[in-house]
């Protein structure tokens, strides 16, 4: 595998990952965080935003996927994708902890 497979399998993963939240809070009805907000990221977007933001993430993760080399066989891409997803999956948890504090 080239070196770019294995980054198109992390990214997938945390794009995989990133989808959750979003399309979670929009179609929740709920008002959550994203880069389009003010402040990008802190300020909240409307649940559409959310859901859109979303799929274009679901869009990206399944692109990246297709082109990474990742198989559903264990396998050592196989496991870097799902790095990607568990650390974005974490960072966010993180991140956005604090959203109604600030």
Known sequence: ????EWLAAFVSGASF???V???VHGTSGNAFPT???KPPGRGLSS???????ALFNLMLGYVLLLHS???LRPSLPLLC???GFA??????SVGFQKKHTQ
């Open 87 to 92: 650390f974005l999956g974490v960072q966010l």
């Open 21 to 23: 939240p979003h399309f």
């Open 17 to 19: 990952a990133n989808f």
């Open 1 to 4: 595998m080239h070196w770019y």
């Open 35 to 37: 880069p389009f907000a």
């Open 47 to 53: 649940p559409t935003v959310n859901v859109l933001w």
């Open 81 to 83: 994708f799902f790095a």
């Open 69 to 71: 080399g990742v198989s």
